[in-house]
């Protein structure tokens, strides 16, 4: 499947940015979805999964952003509010096949979209 990432742009501390991932080339409901991102100078890091009904949060994250996902528009958002600028990454979406029960590192998914840059100021 093919993702394309949107939505990142420059904010300051404590504003929301709403990012989206739309899918093409294969049927989207037989995929979960899952964002990472990565800072400049460290490793890509787990941000979100959603997994059935479930969505999962890395700590960093838990309470300011909402993973949700739109099955008939092929597309995956993630909202993200109270930025801080420990934030500022480049964001990637992701898919995996439903048939692994991982999801959290960067080799449970096959599939990348070339990210969004999100830019946080303090």
């Known amino acids: 499947v093919q993702l394309q990432a949107s939505g990142g742009g420059l904010v300051q501390a404590g504003g929301s940015l709403n990012l989206s991932c739309i899918a093409s080339?294969?049927?989207?409901?037989?995929?979960?979805m899952g964002w990472f991102r990565q800072a400049p100078g460290k490793e890509r890091e787990f941000v979100s999964a959603h997994r059935w009904v479930t969505a999962y949060y890395a700590d960093s994250v838990k309470g300011r952003f909402t993973i949700s996902r739109d099955n008939a528009g092929n597309t995956q958002y993630l909202q993200m509010n109270s930025l801080k600028v420990e934030d500022t990454a480049v964001y990637y979406c992701?898919?995996?096949?439903?048939?692994?029960?991982?999801?959290?590192?960067?080799?449970?998914?096959?599939?990348w979209g070339r990210g969004t840059l999100v830019t946080v100021s303090s």
């Open positions: 080339g294969r049927t989207f409901a037989n995929y979960f």
């Open positions: 992701a898919a995996q096949g439903k048939l692994g029960n991982s999801w959290s590192t960067v080799g449970d998914y096959a599939d």
